[in-house]
């Protein structure tokens, strides 16, 4: 039968799952959109209160005749034992809660099943984020193929099969003492000390989820990185050894066009598009220092302020966000007493709550990209072509620093004595020192040159020959075969 009509027999519809946590609903939302601009159906499942929130991207979806809706499911956050407000990872009060709000999360289980079995046409597929395993299960029932979808790079991949797979970090004596991660393209050395907790716990019973997805990834029928073989050719390669079937599909932030696209992305945002817009254009090209950490950093109050008067003493023009459940009592007193803002009148924007960050990070005015090295911040730094300043604060954010300053060569790392985020003057001074040596550095022009090149290289992978581009359309071909191949 020709591949046309095969097509028109098996109208294909993917349903897409994410953790509900904005560094995986915001990327997989670009994702939909990128399968529906091929023309395929996609649902996205979400829970209430996330709906409102993405609710205008998918409405401004539908209005291009975009085949895209969302599925709402009831989030047991009560069950969980978390609070009836709280439906995304951003909305914890620590992250300590991280582990209910994952059973939360698998508590889905029943109803998406009994939502799939409404669904037309049929689900061909289950795209869901790395952290959801128990979707494994849900595809296996529906007898159609699970495909996981990374949040995070193929060099974090790579570097965390190698050190658990060779338990190199045990090897050494000390906490402090640097290691070498065996078998790499690169040499990356890292300290026990700097581990995300998960990699580091020895006892099976604390295995962390991220244990249990590496475990079960060989069940999926492939993996989906939002990540592009441009940027991270040899890691990709490595990676594909390793796992087989792995398709490099991204950066999928780059489907957004429109300023109305990179404004409104994840949540409401607390400064109004044109007022951001026009505070930038009065700003020198390549001037201002953007801060900000994520959707879930917990700075405390004491180091936050330190990094306010770092940016204070780097004398240049910053936008400095202080994310919602940052926005402490303390910080906002210490804010008002100092006059913080009339004493950076001119050159300082303090934005308390949600920011337009792509929109912020596409201004020419824009010269660098203050950062705790999430994922999604990281490529949306490279994206822009903006070099980095890094601050990593957990999880496998530290993979991402070392792939920015050691890999890429974009980035400058805040020295503390410490690997941790210390109460200490020397926070105000790493701050400063690392922004001065972004711009004016001895170094700063070739890293500026660097990172506008691989701003550039990122913009190719995803256009028409590129290998992101040609990687969906594999995925999708790998389907339309998995629909029409009796298993
Ligand atoms: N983000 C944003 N405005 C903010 C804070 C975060 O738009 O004020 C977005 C950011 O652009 C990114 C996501 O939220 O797409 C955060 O994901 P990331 O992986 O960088 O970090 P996490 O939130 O998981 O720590």
């Keep these: 039968m020709a591949n046309s009509s095969i097509q028109e027999q098996h109208q294909l519809h993917f349903l897409l799952i994410p953790l509900m946590s904005q560094s995986h609903i915001i990327p997989l939302t670009d994702f939909a959109k990128l399968l529906a601009l091929r023309g395929q159906n996609v649902t996205i499942i979400t829970t209430p209160l996330n709906a409102i929130r993405y609710k205008p991207i998918i409405d401004r979806a539908k209005n291009l005749n975009l085949k895209i809706q969302l599925a709402s499911l009831e989030f047991p956050n009560r069950q969980a034992g978390l609070p009836e407000c709280c439906e995304n990872m951003d909305s914890l009060a620590s992250l300590d809660l991280g ?16 939502l799939m079995q409404q669904l037309v046409p049929r689900p061909s597929c289950i795209v869901s984020t790395n952290a959801l395993v128990w979707t494994n299960e849900v595809a296996k029932k529906f007898k159609i193929p699970r495909y996981v979808f990374h949040t995070i790079s ?36 890292f300290k026990r000390s700097q581990l995300p907790e998960w990699l580091r716990e020895k006892s099976d019973d604390k295995k962390h989820i991220m244990n249990m997805m590496k475990d079960t990834e060989h069940l999926a029928r492939g993996v989906l990185v939002n990540s592009c073989e441009e940027m991270e050719p040899v890691y990709f390669e490595e990676y594909k050894k390793l796992r087989g079937r792995v398709w490099g599909i991204g950066p999928t932030i780059l489907c957004n066009k429109e300023n109305s696209d990179k404004y409104d992305r994840g949540n409401k945002s607390c400064i109004d598009e044109n007022q951001c817009l026009k505070w930038l254009d009065s700003m020198k090209p390549c001037s201002v220092i953007y801060a900000c950490f994520g959707s879930l950093s917990h700075i405390p109050a004491p180091q936050l302020i330190q990094i306010g008067l770092g940016l204070e003493a780097s004398n240049r023009p910053f936008i400095w966000i202080i994310r919602e459940n940052d926005h402490s009592a303390e910080t906002e007193a210490w804010l008002e007493e100092n006059k913080f803002e009339e004493r950076v009148k001119g050159r300082g924007l303090v934005i308390r709550g949600w920011a337009p960050q792509v929109l912020i990070l596409c201004h020419p005015s824009v010269g660098g990209f203050f950062t705790h090295c999430g994922w999604n911040s990281t490529l949306e730094g490279v994206c822009a072509g903006v070099p980095m300043i890094t601050l990593p604060l957990f999880g496998e954010q530290i993979f991402n620093e070392k792939f920015v300053v050691d890999v890429l060569r974009v980035g400058v790392r805040i020295q503390l004595m410490s690997e941790k985020l210390v109460k200490s003057e020397r926070v105000k001074d790493a701050v400063k020192d690392a922004i001065n040596e972004l711009i004016d550095g001895e170094e700063a022009a070739e890293r500026r040159e660097r990172a506008r090149g691989l701003g550039e290289l990122v913009q190719k992978a995803v256009e028409e020959g590129g290998s992101s581009h040609t990687n969906i359309t594999m995925f999708i071909q790998d389907v339309m075969h998995a629909a029409t191949s009796p298993s």
Excluded at 99 to 114: R, S
Excluded at 161 to 184: A, C, L, R, Y
């Design 154 to 189: 193929a060099f974090t991949m790579v570097c965390t099969f190698k050190i658990s797979g060779n338990k190199v970090h045990e090897s050494v004596n000390s906490d402090t003492e640097s290691f070498v991660v065996p078998d790499m393209p690169k040499k990356i050395e």
């Design 99 to 114: 582990h209910d709000f994952l059973k939360a999360n698998e508590m889905l289980k029943e109803p998406l099943e009994k």
